[in-house]
């Protein structure tokens, strides 16, 4: 992965599903001063869901802390105004209105 000033993070691909295992991405941070970290994320334990292979658990091996995911519930509906135009009346409109914060 890559944006103008270079390369910021990497995914790693299982060789045989080519599905991602692994996903680390470095960025900067402030503690005391400026230092860059890396943060890495294992993916894994791929199920089916509506036609999708999706992962159900997502690792740190810095902490050993683990997300598991218990369900997907993919192609819900949106409301149209969620996708106006940033400064655009529509979500001035939407800012004032209090439906987004």
């Not at 658990?57 to 519930?73: N, Q, V």
Request: a neutral charge; proline letters at 7%.
């Amino acid at each position: 992965m890559s944006d103008d000033a270079g390369p910021f993070g990497r995914i790693d691909f299982d060789a045989v599903t080519h599905l991602p295992v692994r996903v680390s991405v470095r960025f900067m941070m402030t503690i005391g001063q400026m230092t860059e970290a890396r943060r890495v994320t294992n993916v894994g334990d791929y199920r089916r869901v509506s036609g999708v292979m999706l992962p159900l658990s997502l690792t740190r091996p810095s902490s050993g802390r683990r997300l598991l995911i218990a369900e997907y519930d993919l192609n819900q509906p949106l409301p149209h105004d969620l996708f106006v135009e940033p400064g655009s009346d529509a979500a001035l409109e939407r800012i004032m209105s209090g439906r987004i914060k």
